[in-house]
């Protein structure tokens, strides 16, 4: 994701883990990323005790993590995803008033 390795993302996020509370992120288990594992193509893998395991397990985001990584990330790609977002929020603050001044204005 945005040209880090699950490595650096988890590195950043524990750094920062005040910014990541449980409904924002959370990491994986060995089980649940072996359910996903076949959605995914060719993996990072090691052997560990004759068992195909993940190096690093990855976090899961929800769209606040999102926002809170774009935040903590410092490259290119994530900035422009932290900008994005901040759009995002201001275009649906305005629909929202929109929509609730055309309401009040027909409706009143």
């Not at 932290?82 to 649906?92: G, K, L, P, Q």
Request: hydrophobic letters at 40%; a positive charge.
């Amino acid at each position: 994701m945005w040209h880090y390795t699950t490595k650096n993302i988890n590195k950043a996020v524990k750094r920062n883990i005040e910014r990541f509370p449980e409904d924002f992120c959370f990491q994986l288990t060995e089980t649940e990323f072996r359910n996903l594992r076949f959605q995914f193509g060719t993996l990072n893998k090691k052997v560990n005790n004759g068992e195909v395991t993940r190096k690093y397990l990855p976090y899961v985001f929800t769209e606040q993590g999102i926002s809170m990584l774009s935040g903590v990330l410092k490259n290119e790609i994530a900035v422009k995803v932290s900008v994005n977002i901040m759009r995002a929020f201001v275009e649906i603050s305005f629909r929202s008033f929109y929509k609730r001044f055309r309401q009040e204005m027909f409706w009143n």
